[in-house]
C-alpha cells in the first residue's frame, strides 16, 4: 500500500493552540500575532470560512481571526486563505471558551462574530451550546468600547435565548435588527449556513448589539 502523502502545510493560516503556546508564549498579541496594529475581529465557530474570505478581501485593513472547533473544517477554511495569501486572515482550531478565556487581552477585539451556532437541539446537549450567559459575560470583557457582536442563526428558539441574554446584559446595547438584501451571486451570502438556509427557505433572525 502507498503511503498515503502528509497532510499540507498550513501555516500560519491555520494554527493549534499548541503552536500558539510554542510560537507566542501562550498568548494573542495581536501586533506580534499579525505583524500590525489594525483593528482584529473574530469569528465564533467559523466553519469553511466564507465570511473570513469576504470580509478579509473587502477589508485588508482589519484583521479576522477564525476559531473553529473542528479541525477539517479550519484546515478547509485555512485552504481558502492559503491560495489568495491572505495576510489579515488566521484560523485556529480550537474551543473558543477556551481561547476566550486564556489566550485574549482584554478589551483588545473590535468585533465578534457568531454565525449560526450548533443548535444541539436535545435538551441534555444544550449545554454544549457555545453563546450561554458565560460567553457573553467573556465577550464583554475581550471587546473595546463601542465594539460590536453580531449573532445571526436560522434557530427561532436559540435566538430568542441569545437576544435574552444580550438585551439584558448591563454591559451591551442592543443595535437595529440587520436588515436581510437579496443575494446577488451564489456567494453573496454572510456564511455558507446562511447560504445552505436561506436557499432552503428558512428565516434567519438577526442581532447586533454594542458593548458600552
Ligand atoms: C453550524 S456551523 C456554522 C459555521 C459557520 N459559522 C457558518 O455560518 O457557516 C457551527 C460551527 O461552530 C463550530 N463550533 C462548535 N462549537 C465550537 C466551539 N466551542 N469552539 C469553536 N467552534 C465551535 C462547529 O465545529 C461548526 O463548524
Redesign the pocket.
Known sequence: MPKPPPPVDLKPYFLTLEDVDREYGGALRWREFFGNDNRVEID?????G?FLVTAGLAHPETNYLG????YR?GRRAARRLQKREMANVRVLGA???EVFENYIQPHSVDAIHV????PWWKRKHRRRR?FTDHFADLCATLLKPAALLHSWTDVEEYFGVISSLMDHHRDFEKQPKPKERPAEHDLDYR????RKKRQAGFPIYRGCWQRK
Open positions: 465564533v465557530g467559523s466553519g469553511r466564507l476559531i473553529e472547533l473542528d473544517e474551543n473558543v471558551h454565525y449560526f451556532p450548533d457555545v456564511t455558507s449556513f446562511e
